[in-house]
């Protein structure tokens, strides 16, 4: 079965992103947009735009009912979450099943059952996969303070249905840990409606590493390579790499072929990305999770293997094969990605909202934006800050870096706040230049990156 028309259920970069496969591919799009969306760049390149609530996401953008009312009444015969809102809600996956609509991404179970950090854990230990030494969850501090004796100090406590960087904690020392405890589980329930938390060592020196995998319908899973994502500020990644960098062959091999087995073992289908922690030090890799839907960074995969993944997305959707074996995977020369957000470093990252009154984007060889933003768009409050995608690609990592350092000192936004400048620091350091970096790397050096 090949998709008709389809519902874009997503707002953003991604929305524009999703509409233009559709139209390379001969299917209609339509997309839902809230009130401030209703002149966006995705509402003038779909085929039809429908209002679907307020501002307010919550009315709007992850309001399910509307959703699936719009894409009954528009006559669509499939929906695609991109990533963030509904992407990874099981219940609206499900909805849509039951309203005979093709959720473009796993099937809900899957959705459901990945989503939980534990039951995630337990799976990829089934599957062979190494995982972080850690706990089961831990339910009173009572529990948590044998756990973390057990494990040793420091300790990550983290919530078991996160995402988002959402819902954990360090912790030093045992002095730290009721308060700490108290903190996470209380953010854990605030953001999830579920307080559990779980226990796990903390790796100083890591590096995150995920591997993008895809699966069909007929049973067939392959992956399409690694990227580094180790440059993160409070657990939000803000450049992405592919391949990944310093890591040995042999266990970069080890990781992928890791990947395949944890999907392939639960049937996994459509769009998918298992995330490790790399400890530098012991040069040992652990599971950490699977996100189940599209991930924001899948350009630099794109690039280095050529292959469309949103297209492909749809197609597996349809019902059609992946067309493709491990064997045809082929990697080309190095990619990065670097998220230009509408905030303000040097105050903290304080969201910048308003209007933009100069949009001149670089371009050149190698050179690829992926955006919805233009001269005279207004950026809301309501929604995350992200304004583009800033992807460099080259023969190797060190022109892939000189084309991104051109790219972001030729990129001019007047009218809001953004990181631009930041970006352009991260790029020219060398400690990033020579591959020397971690989790913690950019927090450790916020002082000097955050007056830029």
């Known amino acids: ?129 190494p995982v972080v030494p850690g706990s089961s969850s831990v339910a009173t501090f009572g529990d948590a303070a044998a756990v973390v004796e057990a494990i040793g100090y420091p300790v990550l406590l983290k919530a078991a249905a996160g995402g988002g960087g959402r819902g954990i904690r360090i912790v030093h020392a045992p002095d730290e840990l009721r308060g700490t405890f108290q903190s996470a589980a209380a953010e854990a329930e605030a953001a999830f409606g579920d307080g559990t938390l779980y226990a796990e060592r903390f790796i100083a020196d890591g590096r995150h590493i995920e591997v993008q995998v895809f699966g069909d319908q007929q049973g067939n899973v392959i992956h399409l390579g690694e990227r580094d994502c180790s440059l993160q500020r409070r657990y939000q990644k803000i450049v992405e790499e592919a391949p990944a960098t310093l890591v040995p062959d042999a266990l970069r091999q080890e990781i992928r072929d890791s990947a395949v087995a944890l999907a392939a073992g639960i049937g996994y289908t459509n769009a998918g990305t298992v995330e490790f922690i790399y400890d530098q030090q012991r040069r040992e890799f652990h599971f950490l999770e699977m996100n189940t839907r599209i991930q924001v960074e899948h350009p630099v995969t794109e690039e280095i293997t050529g292959i469309d993944l949103v297209q492909l997305q749809l197609r597996v959707a349809g019902g059609e094969p992946l067309g493709i074996e491990q064997s045809d ?107 020397h970096v971690n989790t913690r790397w950019v927090e450790e050096q916020s002082g000097a990156l955050q007056s830029l």
């Open 1 to 129: 079965m090949s998709l008709q028309r389809l519902l874009v259920a997503n707002r953003g970069e991604i929305a524009v992103r999703i509409i233009r496969a559709c139209r390379a591919l001969g299917i209609e799009s339509v997309v839902a947009v809230s009130e401030v969306d209703r002149d966006s760049l995705p509402a003038r390149l779909a085929d039809r735009s429908v209002c679907i609530g307020p501002s307010r996401a919550a009315a709007s953008y992850l309001n399910s009912d509307a959703l699936l009312a719009t894409a009954l009444g528009a006559g669509c015969d499939a929906v695609h979450p991109g990533y963030g809102f509904l992407a990874e809600n099981p219940d609206f996956g499900a909805a849509c099943e039951r309203n005979g609509l093709v959720f473009v991404g796993p099937r809900p179970e899957t959705v459901k059952t990945m989503g939980n950090k534990l039951t995630a854990r337990e799976i990829a230990e089934q599957a062979g996969v």
């Open 329 to 435: 995977v082929r990697f080309t020369g190095h990619a990065i990605e670097c998220r230009i957000t509408a905030e303000q470093p040097s105050a903290g990252f304080r969201p910048s909202p308003g209007l933009i009154t100069r949009w001149d984007p670089p371009e050149g060889p190698g050179v690829r934006l992926d955006t919805h933003c233009f001269s005279g768009y207004r950026v809301p409050p309501f929604y995350d800050s992200l304004l583009a995608k800033l992807i460099t690609s080259g023969d190797d990592r060190t022109q892939a870096i000189e084309r991104m350092q051109t790219a972001l000192e030729s990129f001019s936004v007047e009218g809001v706040d953004t990181g631009i400048t930041f970006l352009a620091g991260l790029m020219a350091h060398p400690d990033y230049r020579r591959g």
